[in-house]
Every structure is written in C-alpha cells, then in structure tokens.
C-alpha cells in the first residue's frame, strides 16, 4: 500500500504564532487553538508547497534540517503528519 498524501489547510485558514519554544496554531475552521513545538510548524511551512507523502516531505526538509541522526525521518515525519491530521491541521489527500 502507498504511503498516504497530505495537503496543508487553505490560505489562510490558520493563524501560526511563534511563543518561545511553542508555537500555537489557530485554526479559524475549528476555532480551536493547538500548541505545538518542533517540527510542527516546521512541516506545515513545508507542505505550503503542495501535497505530498512523508519521504517527499523529509526531502523537502532535508536542504533545511540535519536529519541524519535520528533514524529513518520519513517514518518520523509520518508520525507526525498523522497527529497533524488528527489535529485537523492537514487533510489526507
């Protein structure tokens, strides 16, 4: 099975506001707001670029972040775009 495409939220649906080490995330859909630290943010900017699947992610990443070191970073990004998908911050495409 293919590793699932997520695509980030419409222009403009949510509001990024960096807090320190935190970064809450309003998102005006929901109204609800998240705090989240990195890669968060990091992988929303990313996907800003267009739909993709975690290793198309971890290689748009890879120009930005060391990701050599901590494991396999497509399996850790996938991770993450689960709990941002059940955040509501991204959608499965």
């Known amino acids: 099975m293919a590793d699932p495409f997520y695509r980030a939220a419409e222009e403009g649906a949510l509001r990024v506001e960096p807090l320190g080490d935190l ?8 109204m609800q707001t998240h705090l989240v630290t990195q ?37 850790i990004l996938s991770e993450r775009l689960d709990e941002l998908a059940a955040m509501g911050l991204v959608e499965r495409a």
Request: with cysteine; net charge negative; glycine share 6%.
């Open 23 to 30: 970064t809450a995330i309003f998102d005006r859909r929901s």
């Open 39 to 75: 890669p968060m943010p990091e992988i929303l900017a990313a996907l800003a670029a267009g739909p993709c699947d975690a290793a198309t992610l971890a290689a748009r990443l890879a120009d930005r972040f060391d990701l050599d070191g901590e494991g396999d970073a497509a399996a």
